[in-house]
Each structure stands twice: as structure tokens, then as C-alpha cells.
């Protein structure tokens, strides 16, 4: 994959340095699992569902409490999916088919002038889910 470098010419990237910046999220958005968090109870890469509510980090004072929009400095706590389909009955009290997803963290190392360094990054494994139709 290459992209525009900042002086015109074409960089190579590594595959995991063109994460975004930001990402939008809310309560009644269609995602997708992007990952097999319990493939026996079907909570797995390709399972859909809608968020029913996010949980932002309590170490996270960046924004006010009364706010509708919110642009947080971390990412939530956790995010409660109501899955289409799932083989589970209610899960930690919540309505059934609803699910904590929490943050998924993955190390990884790049090369860089012949010095390698760690690292980490940490996201939620959801991502939008559409659906389009022609007739």
C-alpha cells in the first residue's frame, strides 16, 4: 500500500500505520465484530448487531456530562451491542443479545532506520455495517 508523502512523492506505509485519527461511533449504529471474541456462542468476526450504548473511560474528563456529541482523548470502556443473532442467553444481567465488547489490544514491531520498536494499539473491534440493495 502506498500513500502521498508530504513532499510529493509516493512512501510505502506498513499496513498498520494508516489507522485513522478519529473514529465515529453511536448509540444505534449497525456495526460488525471484526473479530472471533467467542466463536461457540457466535460473537465472532462477521456477527452484527447495533450499539445500544457506549461506556466512556472514567479517566476520560475531556468532555462535558450533558453534551449529546461528545469527542473523547481515549477510547470507551467498553460498548454494549445488541447482536442479531447470538447463542446465549442474557449475558452479565443485560437484555439478551446484549454484549460488552471492550478494547482489544495488539503489539506489534516496525523497523525503522535499522531500530526496531514496539507498538501497541488498542481498539475496539467493531466497525459500520451497511447494506445496499439494487433492484
Same mark, same amino acid.
Given at each position: 500500500m502506498?500513500?502521498k508523502?508530504?513532499?510529493?512523492r509516493? @512512501?510505502?506505509?506498513?499496513?498498520?500505520?494508516?489507522?485513522?485519527?478519529?473514529? !465515529?461511533?453511536?448509540?444505534?449504529?449497525? %456495526?460488525? +465484530?471484526?473479530?472471533?471474541? *467467542?466463536?461457540?456462542?457466535? &460473537?465472532?468476526?462477521?456477527?452484527?448487531? @447495533?450499539?445500544t450504548d457506549?461506556? &466512556?473511560?472514567? @479517566?476520560?474528563?475531556?468532555f462535558?456530562?450533558?453534551e449529546? &456529541?461528545i !469527542? %473523547?482523548n481515549?477510547?470507551?470502556?467498553y460498548?454494549l +451491542?445488541?447482536?442479531d443473532?447470538?447463542k446465549?442467553p442474557?449475558?452479565l444481567?443485560?437484555?439478551?443479545?446484549?454484549?460488552?465488547?471492550?478494547?482489544l489490544?495488539?503489539m506489534f514491531? &516496525?523497523v525503522n532506520?535499522?531500530q526496531?520498536?514496539?507498538?501497541? *494499539?488498542?481498539q475496539?473491534?467493531?466497525t459500520?455495517?451497511? %447494506?445496499? !440493495?439494487?433492484y
Amino acid at each position: 500500500m502506498s500513500v502521498k508523502g508530504t513532499k510529493g512523492r509516493r @512512501e510505502k506505509v506498513h499496513k498498520h500505520a494508516s489507522l485513522s485519527d478519529e473514529v !465515529t461511533i453511536s448509540v444505534g449504529m449497525n %456495526v460488525m +465484530v471484526t473479530y472471533n471474541i *467467542q466463536t461457540e456462542l457466535d &460473537i465472532a468476526n462477521r456477527s452484527q448487531g @447495533e450499539i445500544t450504548d457506549i461506556v &466512556i473511560d472514567k @479517566e476520560d474528563t475531556s468532555f462535558g456530562k450533558k453534551e449529546s &456529541i461528545i !469527542t %473523547v482523548n481515549q477510547p470507551p470502556a467498553y460498548v454494549l +451491542v445488541k447482536l442479531d443473532s447470538m447463542k446465549s442467553p442474557s449475558f452479565l444481567g443485560l437484555e439478551k443479545g446484549v454484549i460488552p465488547i471492550t478494547l482489544l489490544e495488539r503489539m506489534f514491531y &516496525i523497523v525503522n532506520r535499522n531500530q526496531k520498536k514496539k507498538v501497541t *494499539q488498542k481498539q475496539i473491534p467493531l466497525t459500520a455495517a451497511y %447494506v445496499f !440493495t439494487d433492484y
